[in-house]
């Protein structure tokens, strides 16, 4: 029975040595973000995604690395949630998922190409992010849109500030 981790190897193998060379713990931090943030959306949303995760990370106000970015607290709602953080390949009868695989398999490639660089940012280097249908936040008031990408608007600080 395939695991998550089993899945994402098998994935950065696909991209050959450069990608073998990335810390897998890092590859997985960024893919389940990727996946709990936008399973749902397109890939250019999971990209958007990705981008914002790393953009964090090249940012001194944020954690140096994926994992420090995911996981610093408060800043995505499914790492607060309360629910479980396991990837869900499977039912209770032990039965596969196939949706659930899909949308892994594409966070996991997503997350490859961001951080390998074969992907450009499609948030014009936004920091921030929210779910548009569900909420507008009060601190999006102090930043600007940079890119409005499937269920998400992508925002980062003025510039010059």
């Known amino acids: 029975m395939s695991t998550p981790m089993s899945i994402l190897v098998a994935v950065m193998a696909t991209f050959g040595t450069p990608a073998m060379e990335l810390d897998p713990d890092e590859v997985f931090c960024l893919t389940q973000n990727i996946y709990f943030e936008s399973s749902i959306e397109r890939r250019d949303g999971k990209s958007a995604v990705a981008h914002v995760t790393l953009n964090r990370v090249q940012n001194r106000r944020y954690p140096d690395t994926v994992c420090g970015v995911v996981w610093q607290n408060r800043q995505f709602s499914w790492t607060q949630d309360g629910k479980s953080d396991r990837i869900p390949l499977h039912d209770a009868r032990r039965r596969e998922q196939p949706w659930v695989y899909e949308a892994w398999i ?9 951080l390998l660089g074969q992907s450009p940012d499609p948030t014009d280097g936004a920091n921030y992010y929210y779910a548009h249908r569900l909420v507008t936040p009060s601190w999006s008031r102090s930043f600007t849109v940079a890119a409005v990408i499937g269920n998400h608007t992508f925002m980062r600080r003025p510039r010059g500030s």
Do not use: H, I, L
Request: no cysteine.
């Open 106 to 114: 594409e966070s996991a490639e997503v997350a490859v190409e961001a």
